[in-house]
């Protein structure tokens, strides 16, 4: 009966699905899948159930490992290769210390490795000897192969996918063999994970491609992430043991080798933990042991280092946590941020740290980033490494306000290593900032919403990877997922294409299935960012790809990669519905205003009042509102992601709440009402003027122009420089629009004035009266350095502060042939905290009447 099951079970499944003639399919029996909680394991050398004997189809598989004790790593690679594929598809492989007799086999070793009865592998590409590399090679004997000894032998080089012989050994007509192999126990545990991006998933069945014959090598030494168990995270603070060991398995499967835990910081309480932050750091510890990776940790110093009591205490503290650590490799000591000590207190503190670590670690390494450091400061480190060699420092780090990468790589001696610390989590006011991201959405998503920038953090790594050894990412939860499996990849292999890698991470963690499509709708939403909003058609079309995947895989709803995804694309395509529909709601309001001398002030304030209210009152898409409100909710429940402050008790508005945004007026609603209430009090003919400046406010006049100078969509006039392509570290392309963070992200300012630039590289007007006179109008903050056509001009209004205006004249002279380029002269500020540089907002060029 069982038998007559599977026929039938296999003819369906043979006459629904076509497969190309180059993949072969690993089915077990459906009968087995049904009813797998009354199937038995295999004893070691036991054979296999009857199986198929149609080409192509498996009826089991077994892992064989051989019979020596095997390591962390051999056993990890054992444990995600069973677990993860049972997971997808409900089949149960079996695992073996000894080669079967029959069915169909997967060797898991070493290369030194012998398995008695397991067959060699004539023409396999060669095995590189550098650390973490792997082979993995499959072919399906004929019956034709002959007695071997049982070794896998070195073979030849290559990496190709074809030209492998049969296997040479014990033969079995039909019988697949594939072979994962290791340089080390790390190959094995990476060789494991490739199989795992390679393999197609339907449930009851895996999918592999015949004559695979590849070998791989890690580009870089160091590949991993920042997972840093505190209240300022906006979803690891909220994980079980049991989700970051899951979480990490994720990260080695596509390649990482490394996890950063934070165990020193200022923040002993979430409401979220699961258990104290030292025992969860010496759990992240343990499971980094039990996969074999380096476990590093990132531990500032946010006290005096002048003052001896605060210091003993860090050292204690350091002390404790070396003490309760099972594993630690690296230990990343920031400069700054936070922290603020000088390089010649920060260096004898870490001479002390390193002395207490190697009590109990003796192969781990401090490294040293230059994070805020000046220019001298930095030098001073330069020099005691180049003079002192330190044996204990591992390296120095480089990442978000250090100096560039390619100067301390230059000024390292050879002998240390140089980590970039790149950050993936955050969109603006960060080290990679989206370059001339919309207003609406910096309103809105701001600054840790969902993420996924594949194409540009991969031209950043790309920009970068020459000078470094390898990457530890800033994340602050997991809404960076897509780019830290990206930035993983790259540093495996630098020519490894964005879609590809989308493509095995939809696979794996989508469905097969959806592989193609699935990649190809994250990329919608990182094309979703890019330029103004209203010209975006890419948003409506995104959505409307992510609502039919939504509708077509409801299997998926409860994964939390998946709702991650459909959150952006709702979001994204609300904000742009909500920005054209305000945005006409202000014009609107405008015209009433404009009416205030015909109407009265007040009528024309209320009915401008009542225009801006319709936001409220008449909303657009509540359909898609609500799906928003549900997928934050659901979100938080799958994965602890904290998308508001009063709802899910997110540690601050600025970390990813961005459910709390979600209605924030994306027009200047709120300081209107504010202007109206002011101007209220005033005498009634100057609040006609008044009102009239509010609904003229962005009109130059005749032969006028205005910008809104950060805003994207209204600044035509200002130079962009480089994209972000050509120039992914930004250092041609001037200065990118800044988004000023006032009052929790809840500022009732002018929206133009909290879009700014420090300079702009110029701005340009062309067909310009040369025989007129103009005037230069200016919003911003501070100081301006303002230049026409390369001459310094002198202004006739000077104000400072928010909002103040300054205006510069502009006399016939100074335009040539109707053409007129606005520069800015630098201002040096470095004495001042960034947030109290000078700025730009706005310019009108008004032409004088006659």
């Known amino acids: 009966m069982i038998a007559g099951m599977w026929t039938k079970k296999t003819e369906f499944y043979m006459m629904n699905f076509r497969l190309p003639g180059s993949w072969m399919i690993l089915c077990l029996a459906g009968i087995l899948f049904q009813a797998t909680a009354i199937s038995q394991p295999l004893s070691p050398g036991q054979p296999t159930p009857h199986r198929d004997r149609r080409p192509g189809a498996f009826s089991s598989m077994t892992i064989v490992t051989g019979s020596a004790p095997l390591t962390n790593g051999e056993k990890s690679a054992v444990k995600i290769l069973t677990e993860e594929v049972r997971k997808r598809t409900g089949l149960n492989w079996q695992v073996s210390s000894t080669y079967p007799a029959a069915g169909d086999v997967i060797l898991l070793k ?23 590399s792997f082979r993995i090679v499959s072919s399906e004997q004929s019956g034709s192969g002959q007695s071997g000894s049982g070794q896998s032998g070195s073979g030849q080089s290559g990496s190709g996918q074809s030209g492998i012989g049969q296997p040479v050994g014990s033969a079995q007509p039909g019988r697949t063999v594939i072979l994962i192999e290791g340089s080390d126990s790390r190959g094995v545990l ?75 910081f200022d923040e002993h309480k979430s409401p979220h933990f699961k258990m104290p932050p030292d ?25 005096d280092l002048n003052d001896k009591d605060a210091r003993r205490k860090y050292l204690a503290t350091f002390e404790n946590i070396c003490n309760y650590s099972v594993r630690i490799n690296g230990v990343f000591f920031p400069g700054g941020d936070p922290g603020d000590n000088p390089p010649e207190l920060v260096l004898p503190l870490l001479e002390d740290m390193a002395v207490i670590l190697k009590k109990r670690h003796p192969k781990a390494g401090i490294w040293l980033s230059l994070q805020n450091f ?59 900032p989206i370059p001339w991201w919309d207003p609406a959405f910096n309103l809105t998503l701001g600054r840790e919403a969902v993420n996924p920038r594949p194409y540009f953090f991969g031209a950043v790594y790309k920009a970068i990877e020459q000078y470094t050894d390898g990457f530890i990412s800033y994340s602050d939860g997991c809404h960076d997922d897509v780019n830290k499996i990206i930035w993983t990849r790259l540093s495996w292999d630098v020519h490894a294409n964005e879609r590809d890698i989308l493509t095995e991470y939809s696979n794996f963690f989508f469905g097969s299935a959806l592989a193609e499509d699935g990649a190809d709708a994250i990329l919608g939403l990182e094309k979703n960012w890019e330029g103004p909003i209203v010209e975006n058609g890419n948003i409506q079309s995104c959505l409307e790809a992510w609502k039919g995947l939504e509708i077509a895989n409801p299997d998926l709803s409860g994964n939390w990669r998946w709702q991650m995804c459909l959150l952006r694309a709702y979001y994204d395509a609300y904000t742009r519905k ?143 420089g480089e994209p972000w392509v050509t120039d992914p570290l930004a250092r041609k392309s001037g200065d990118l629009p800044g988004y000023d963070w006032w009052d929790n992200g809840f500022s009732r300012e002018r929206l133009s004035w909290m879009t700014n630039m420090g300079w702009p590289l110029g701005m340009e007007y062309d067909g310009l009266d040369s025989t007129a006179n103009y005037t230069v109008r200016i919003t911003g903050y501070g100081e301006t350095l303002l230049k026409a056509n390369g001459r310094r001009v002198t202004p006739s209004r000077y104000g400072r502060t ?39 907002t706005e310019v009108w060029l008004i032409k004088k009447k006659r």
């Not at 759990?283 to 006290?303: F, G, H, K, N």
């Not at 205006?807 to 947030?835: A, K, M, Q, Y």
Request: with cysteine.
């Open 279 to 303: 025992e969860m750091n010496a759990r992240i510890s343990a499971i980094c042991e039990t996969y074999d990776l380096d476990y590093w940790m990132w531990v500032p110093a946010q006290i």
């Open 374 to 432: 000046t220019a001298e400061q930095s030098q001073y480190v330069y020099k005691y490494v180049q003079e002192k060699l330190p044996v204990w420092l591992g390296g120095l780090v480089t990442g978000p306000s250090s100096p560039p990468v390619e100067e301390t790589r230059a000024a390292l001696p050879s002998r240390y290593k140089l980590r970039y610390y790149p950050d993936l989590t955050h969109n603006v006011r960060c080290d990679s």
């Open 578 to 720: 909500r920005f054209i529909y305000e945005d006409g709601l202000e014009r609107e309001a405008n015209d009433a205003l404009s009416q205030a001398e015909k109407t009265g002030a007040g009528k024309a304030v209320e009915t401008a009042l009542s225009i801006l209210a319709r936001a409220e009152t008449n909303p657009v898409e509540t359909g898609w509102h609500q799906r928003i409100i549900d997928l934050c909710d659901a979100l938080y429940k799958s994965i602890s992601l904290q998308t508001s402050v009063a709802k899910y008790q997110a540690s601050g508005e600025e970390r990813g709440a961005v459910l709390d945004f979600l209605d924030r007026p994306l027009n200047n609603r709120w300081w209107l009402e504010d202007e109206f209430k002011r101007i209220g009090k005033l005498p009634e003919k100057v609040q006609i003027k008044a009102l009239d400046t509010i609904a003229n406010w962005e009109n130059p006049g005749p032969g006028g122009f205005y910008d809104d100078i950060g805003n994207v969509s209204k600044s035509p006039h200002v130079y962009r």
């Open 190 to 264: 990476f060789g494991a994970g490739k199989l795992l991006r390679m393999l197609q998933y339907n449930k009851g069945s895996v999918l592999l491609k015949s004559g695979l014959a590849l070998a791989e090598s890690p580009a870089k030494e160091i590949r991993g992430h920042q997972l840093g168990y505190r209240n300022t995270a906006n979803s690891y603070d909220g994980w079980s043991p049991e989700q970051y060991e899951q979480y990490i398995r994720e990260l080695v499967i596509f390649g990482a080798n490394s996890v950063e835990s934070i165990p020193i």
């Open 802 to 840: 928010i909002g103040a205006i300054k205006e510069f004249p502009i006399p016939p002279s100074f335009i040539e042939h109707g053409r007129l380029v606005l520069t800015w002269d630098p201002l040096n500020e470095e004495f001042l905290n960034w947030r109290q540089h000078s700025r730009l």
């Open 110 to 132: 070493q290369e030194e490795m012998n398995i008695k009865g397991a067959p060699a592998f004539p023409g396999q590409p060669e095995l590189s000897q550098k650390p973490e």
